[in-house]
T-cell receptor, first 113, second 117 residues
Framework: NAGVTQTPKFQVLKTGQSMTLQCAQDMNHEYMSWYRQDPGMGLRLIHYSVGAGITDQGEVPNGYNVSRSTTEDFPLRLLSAAPSQTSVYFC????????????FGQGTRLTVV | AQTVTQSQPEMSVQEAETVTLSCTYDTSENNYYLFWYKQPPSRQMILVIRQEAYKQQNATENRFSVNFQKAAKSFSLKISDSQLGDTAMYFCAFMKPYGGSQGNLIFGKGTKLSVKP
């Protein structure tokens, strides 16, 4: 049971480049979400999904897109990277029947230069 | 909107001693969950302990216990017999189990705990 898998673990982008952070879970969880972690800011919610085909914005959605075509995958897209998007990104998943047991990926450290 | 406040950016404790990390939150909800997460240098997010708001009894997990004061909206974490492996960032978090944004976590800014030998 792999849990939540994020790829890549590290990435350096140039300003204006696009990329997709991948997140996959093998627990058949309906709920998936993306957070970003910045020094002194804790983790903040970017986007979330309560099931395939359903997504919604969190606290800091600007500059990011998501889609949820399958239960397993929830990719996060940066269309035009900016230095302000330098951060550590976490994907998480949970079941609505066991909300208190959220599973986190290992995180992706993204640097935009 | 819910907010979570951790007023201690950094703390240190001697090995084998006890330390308490503070957390306050603001919500108009009556039913919710509270959590403490540990993030060691490996960056992994590890659930330490959780508390359901409708339970008056404070949660305990081995050396970790909470002091949950619902009326005061306070949720502190006590670590007894501190160990070097407890050195980490600790985050307090809030979750609504229903309604819009259910299941999503609202985090405090974290407390960096150093355990000294």
């Amino acid at each position: 049971n792999a849990g939540v898998t994020q790829t890549p673990k590290f990435q350096v982008l140039k300003t204006g480049q696009s990329m997709t952070l991948q997140c996959a879970q093998d627990m058949n969880h309906e709920y998936m979400s993306w957070y970003r972690q910045d020094p002194g800011m804790g983790l903040r919610l970017i986007h979330y999904s309560v099931g395939a085909g359903i997504t919604d914005q969190g606290e800091v959605p600007n500059g990011y897109n998501v889609s949820r075509s399958t239960t397993e995958d929830f990719p996060l897209r940066l269309l035009s990277a900016a230095p302000s998007q330098t951060s550590v990104y976490f994907c998480a998943s949970s079941s609505p029947r066991r909300l208190t047991e959220a599973f986190f990926g290992q995180g992706t450290r993204l640097t935009v230069v | 909107a819910q907010t979570v406040t951790q007023s201690q950016p950094e703390m240190s404790v001697q090995e084998a001693e006890t330390v308490t990390l503070s957390c306050t939150y603001d919500t108009s909800e009556n039913n919710y969950y509270l959590f403490w997460y540990k993030q060691p240098p490996s960056r992994q997010m590890i659930l330490v302990i959780r508390q359901e708001a409708y339970k008056q009894q404070n949660a305990t997990e081995n050396r970790f216990s909470v002091n949950f004061q619902k009326a005061a909206k306070s949720f502190s974490l006590k670590i007894s017999d501190s160990q070097l492996g407890d050195t980490a960032m600790y985050f307090c978090a809030f979750m609504k189990p229903y309604g819009g944004s259910q299941g999503n976590l609202i985090f405090g800014k974290g407390t960096k705990l150093s355990v000294k030998p």
